[in-house]
């Protein structure tokens, strides 16, 4: 149980453009997901805290206007990289919160995102 | 604002050999402590989950300990395989769950 699921699992893009990125409870209804990026050889770092139906909680300094974040259901959220550039090429993994004692969160696999 | 260290960066290890990763934490008020693993170009694996009233669990070969008062937690892992060979991070959950802060990881290489 408590499966994420990230789509796409990498994408390459010309700069200027928007992606988007989805994050998928599998088995489970997450009131609250993460949004996290990672760097080469760095570890994670909080970008935003999407609540289902309500506007996500940015982190300082992430730009929520460049990372728009939608979080229309319990199952589901998106991340949108708006008019992306070669410095927005990371690794962007999401999770989501198990509602239990624990509260614990499980993690997707990762999208990379490369921008040329 | 929670600091999570990790120590040490890198080990290499003979097969078979028992091991401990280190990582602190700079505040105590923390709701709960998980030791991650994450493969190369691949999304984190949840090893252990450790609450804030726990000292330790166990899991298989591994074992993880919670020390609040010296803000410092530990990851055991028994006979170390070449499978095991990871990158493991350790992160602090503040209030309810939130805001998982991670450590920079220990990149662990178990040789044959």
């Known amino acids: 149980g408590a499966v994420v699921s990230q789509h796409p699992s990498w994408v390459i893009c010309k700069s200027g453009t928007s992606v988007k990125i989805e994050c998928r409870s599998l088995?489970?209804?997450?009131?609250?997901m993460f949004w996290y990026r990672q760097f080469p050889k760095q570890s994670l770092m909080l970008m935003a805290t999407?609540?289902?139906?309500?506007?996500?909680?940015?982190e300082q300094g992430v730009e929520k206007d460049k990372f728009l974040i939608n979080h229309a259901s319990l199952t589901l959220s998106t991340l949108t990289v708006t008019s992306a550039h070669p410095e927005d090429s990371s690794f962007y993994i999401c999770s989501a919160r198990v509602r239990s004692l624990y509260n614990e969160q499980f993690f997707g696999p990762g999208t990379r995102l490369t921008v040329l | 604002k929670q600091e999570v260290t990790q120590i040490p960066a890198a080990l290499s290890v003979p097969e078979g050999e028992n091991l401990v990763l280190n990582c602190s934490f700079t505040?105590?008020?923390?709701?709960?402590l998980q030791w991650f693993r994450q493969d190369p170009g691949k999304g984190l694996t949840s090893l252990l989950l450790?609450?804030?009233?726990?000292r330790e669990q166990t899991s298989g070969r591994l074992n993880a300990s919670l020390d609040k008062s010296s803000g410092r937690s530990t990851l055991y892992i028994a006979a170390s395989q070449p499978g095991d060979s990871a990158t493991y991070l350790c992160a602090g959950a503040g209030g309810y769950g939130n805001k998982l802060v991670f450590g920079a990881g220990t990149i662990l290489r178990v040789k044959s």
């Open positions: 450790i609450q804030s009233s726990q």
């Open positions: 088995d489970f209804q997450a009131t609250t």
């Open positions: 505040d105590s008020a923390i709701y709960n």
């Open positions: 999407s609540n289902e139906g309500s506007k996500a909680t940015y």
